[in-house]
């Protein structure tokens, strides 16, 4: 699977949008980038998934660059409940496994 | 959203001893389930590939004959810890999905402390 890069941690003001950044310039024409979050002492949490146009859910959207090499999560009212490790990962097909980096730290500032 | 269940939640158990864990699909039929390891500030770790009446599929450097998974139905896989030492305390955590599916459900984790 590719690999991917994104910042350590960011802070974000409650309830203004938060764009989390990831790159992975070596994704494939197949894989797809899914995003999941954790939250202290719980299991990851799916947020989001896409393969090449942006997606809308309840809970985010992800803006996928042309090239595929980098995306954005997008949070568009950070909350206090949002604060949590935010996971890019690459995966081709449905129904494999996840290759869980380092994340990103999300802190939500009151 | 699907809902996955982890039994239990925490378990202290004494070194050399065996501890099971349950992962449970609740209203769903898991074909696929996968065992994650995560330490103490640190991201989470692919144990082993579970398919539902299959083998699991281990990743390498997992002990296969210590971390014991048994996939026997569609809605349950178990993580059975064997003689278990203080290294192996960690936060165990299941995940589980379906052939076809790009979401995977996560359970809410095992803590296992070995004293």
Redesign the interface.
């Known amino acids: 699977d590719a690999k991917t890069t994104q910042p350590n941690s960011m802070e974000s003001n409650e309830e203004e949008p938060v764009h989390l950044p990831c790159n992975h310039s070596t994704i494939s024409g197949t894989d797809?980038i899914?995003w999941?979050r954790?939250l202290p002492?719980?299991?990851?949490?799916?947020v989001i998934?896409g393969l090449t146009s942006n997606v809308n859910n309840r809970m985010a959207s992800l803006a996928i660059a042309e090239d595929r090499k980098s995306s954005t999560l997008i949070l568009h009212r950070a909350t206090l409940r949002d604060a949590a490790v935010y996971?890019c990962i690459i995966s081709s097909g449905?129904?494999r496994?996840?290759?869980?980096?380092?994340?990103t730290q999300l802190t939500v500032l009151p | 959203?699907a809902v996955?269940s982890?039994h239990p939640s925490w378990v202290i158990c004494k070194s050399g001893t065996s501890v099971k864990i349950e992962c449970r699909s609740l209203d769903f039929q898991a074909?696929?389930m996968?065992w994650?390891r995560q330490f103490p500030k640190q991201?989470?770790?692919?144990m082993a590939?579970s398919n539902e009446g299959s083998k699991a599929t281990y990743e390498q450097g997992v002990e296969k004959d210590k971390f014991l998974i048994n996939h026997a139905s569609l809605t349950l896989s178990t993580l059975t810890v064997t003689s278990a030492h203080p290294e192996d305390s960690s936060?165990y955590?299941?995940?589980a999905?379906?052939?076809?599916?790009?979401?995977?459900?996560?359970?809410?984790?095992t803590?296992l402390t070995v004293t």
């Open positions: 797809y899914h999941y954790q002492s719980q299991g990851p949490e799916y998934h996971y449905s129904a496994q996840l290759t869980f980096g380092s994340g | 959203g996955v982890q074909t696929t996968f994650y991201s989470l770790m692919l590939t936060f955590i299941c995940s999905t379906n052939r076809g599916s790009y979401e995977q459900y996560f359970g809410p984790g803590r």
